[in-house]
């Protein structure tokens, strides 16, 4: 049976440790400069409603360096813009090409799309969820720290798609999790109960100041995402205490600094932070080149 990656809820503990293991065999053979082309032949759709620098470029350039090849779609430019159904959709490009990466508002048309296909499917963002981003960050973590369980991390911000998925994945993996978010701006509820129940060490709190103390990871993402530009007004004034800025990150004096990237300097984050010493967005942002093609390889049933 197929298999798809629409949320890290679908991976088993031990799928998450062979993806980071993967993903570090990955990244050196890179590193070493040796060639490992197992996709010949092989063709990754990528249909993406919203617009992205990353997630993009790091599975079209993961699939040319493996030996395979990488058509973009904008829904606009395909006949699903004229009212062709999303499952007509993946049942006919199920015939053209191996795997396909989705990046949609509605977690809906993910679901839809992936029952139809005959493919498997990849979450590249969600409203709902942002699963690739967050196991190249758990790799990016393993890289930094040695181990990929045992520490605490402090997501400062919305409780977002990005927030939704690292809930996700403590509820797969034993470290702290607390998101640290205003009011009113609490992850998804059924996410978190759910993690919960599996024995997550997840926690929701409103006070960064304290949440951040003794944190290894301080994370923060945008306080508004793609599609919530009409409220930027009321979530600039909502989330004025929760940016990150020296002060915050001095209460940790260890902490690593991550973001997934687009930043919006000056909201969510400084200058002075993103581009101090304890920041490793670089090198999180490369991560995500080794661990889309680990997770391609892996939905394809390829060892490497
Ligand atoms: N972090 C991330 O997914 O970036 P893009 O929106 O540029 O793909
Ligand atoms: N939360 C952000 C993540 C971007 C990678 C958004 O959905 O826009």
Redesign the pocket.
């Known amino acids: 049976m197929k298999r798809d990656l629409l949320s890290i809820k679908e991976l088993s503990k031990e799928e998450i440790e062979k993806l980071i293991h993967d993903t570090r065999i990955l990244k050196r053979r890179r590193k070493e400069g040796l060639k490992y082309t197992p996709l010949e032949g092989r063709v990754l759709g990528l249909l993406f409603e ?7 470029v790091s599975f079209e350039t993961g699939m040319y360096q493996m030996g395979g090849d990488a058509i973009f779609m904008s829904p606009r430019e395909l006949q699903l813009g004229r009212g062709e159904t999303i499952e007509d959709t993946a049942k006919v490009l199920s015939r053209y090409i191996d795997v396909a990466v989705l ?1 949609v508002y509605s977690h809906e048309t993910l679901e839809r799309f992936a029952q139809s296909a005959e493919i498997p499917v990849i979450n ?2 969600s409203d709902l969820l ?1 699963p ?2 967050i196991l190249a960050d758990i790799y990016t973590i393993y890289e930094k720290l040695g181990r990929y369980e045992n520490f605490k991390l402090v997501f400062v911000g919305d409780g977002n798609n990005i927030a939704n998925s690292w809930i996700n994945l403590a509820a797969k993996l034993d470290f702290e999790l607390i998101i640290s978010c205003p009011k009113g701006y609490e992850p998804d509820a059924e996410i978190l109960e759910d993690a919960l129940k599996a024995g997550a060490k997840v926690k929701v709190s409103h006070n960064p100041g304290e949440d951040v103390k003794d944190a290894h990871v301080i994370y923060t993402d945008v306080w508004c995402s ?1 599609g919530q530009e009409d409220e930027k007004k009321e979530r600039l004034k909502a989330f004025r205490d929760f940016q990150v800025n020296d002060e915050l990150m001095n209460i940790s004096s260890a902490a690593y600094f991550m973001h ?3 930043a919006h300097r000056g909201e969510e984050v400084t200058d002075s932070v993103i581009d101090g010493p304890r920041s490793i967005v670089w090198d999180e ?1 490369e991560n ?1 080149l080794h661990m889309q093609k680990a997770i391609i390889l892996f939905l394809l049933g390829i060892n490497p």
């Open positions: 919203k617009p992205s620098t990353r997630t993009r990046r590249g963002l942002h690739c981003q793609m997934c990237l687009p942002a995500r």
